[in-house]
């Protein structure tokens, strides 16, 4: 299966971009970058470096749409660090993004591959929303597997919104009510996927530079989870756990809906099921609110674990 991802990296972001070239189904084709943990520079400057040191510098990097007047939320340096590695240094990248814009990228990719093509956003929903707009056919028949929202558990940034959708909900309300095919692997299972200090110590005695960078980047993260959410005893695998659910859908139950998200009022960022269409046979939407998780987290790190040694 062919994947683009887009995404704002930080570490999270860092961890699906190792997985996505690990997995031996997924083919990564390109990033598209936007913004949340960083800017939309310190994202593709971030994902080009680390493509480098994972031994991948042939994926291309595309640059999508910084929304006006964002600024990187104070909560976001303290989790992901100021440069949205755990101040983790990863050499700089020896090259730079692509000519094409992520918008260009997204809708001729899907063009060229159709049903073979996977689209996975772990950010903001802005350049797929803008995707959507730009081709009717992408919106209507991309497969999209998405980080974000939340339907059965409060929000991270508020009682009821999670962070990626919070940064853009015009745009999220877009993709959910214009996508014919929106998975959203959301904090209802994400936050049941618990990485720990025992698992990124495996990575760190790999001895190998790409296994040494992320044990420190995950333990950053670690830690920061410690102070914010000491009651789950790790950091959960947001990011990832979507790369994992579009190679394989068996590690969710989901449940099919038609979405929208509250774009106005004090629930603005809300993620929920839309009234008007409540009676439509045709569900776009599925949304992931049971998880495998001791499956999907052993793999995660025996799979990671055995691309730094290689």
Not at 54 to 81: K, N
Not at 108 to 118: H, K, Q, V
Not at 133 to 151: C, D, H, K, N, T
Not at 219 to 239: E, K
Request: aromatic residues 6%.
């Amino acid at each position: 299966m062919k994947v683009i991802l887009d995404l704002d990296t930080g570490i999270d972001d860092a961890l699906a971009l190792a997985y996505a070239l690990a997995h031996p189904n997924l083919e990564l084709i390109g990033v598209t970058s936007t913004y949340g943990n960083v800017t939309v520079e310190q994202g593709v400057r971030n994902t080009l470096a680390l493509l480098e040191l994972l031994g991948a510098p042939e994926v291309p990097v595309f640059l999508g749409s910084e929304r006006p007047g964002f600024r990187v939320q104070p909560i976001s340096a303290f989790i992901h660090g100021a440069n949205g590695l755990g101040q983790v240094e990863i050499p700089a990248p020896r090259r730079g993004p692509a000519e094409a814009t992520a918008v260009d990228f997204l809708v001729s990719s899907f063009a060229r591959y159709g049903e073979d093509l996977t689209v996975i956003p772990t950010g903001p929903s802005t350049t797929i929303a803008a995707a959507m707009s730009s081709s009717p056919e992408f919106a209507r028949q991309a497969r999209i597997v998405m980080m974000g929202g939340v339907l059965t558990v409060p929000g991270n940034v508020s009682a009821w919104a999670e962070a990626n959708v919070s940064q853009d909900p015009e745009a999220s309300d877009a993709v959910f009510r214009q996508g014919g095919n929106i998975t959203m692997v959301g904090l209802d299972v994400t936050l049941q996927t618990l990485l720990r200090a025992n698992d990124t110590a495996r990575w760190r005695r790999t001895e190998t530079a790409a296994g040494r960078a992320y044990a420190e980047m995950a333990d950053y993260y670690i830690r920061a989870y410690a102070t914010t959410s000491p009651h789950l005893g790790g950091c959960g695998l947001h990011d990832p756990l979507a790369v994992a659910v579009a190679a394989d859908p068996s590690l969710v139950t989901v449940f099919d809906t038609n979405l929208k998200c509250d774009t106005t009022g004090p629930t603005r960022g809300r993620t929920i099921g839309d009234e008007t269409r409540l009676a439509d046979p045709l569900k776009t939407a599925h949304v992931a609110i049971e998880v495998d998780a001791p499956r999907f987290v052993a793999t995660f790190v025996d799979t990671l674990e055995e691309y730094f040694q290689a």
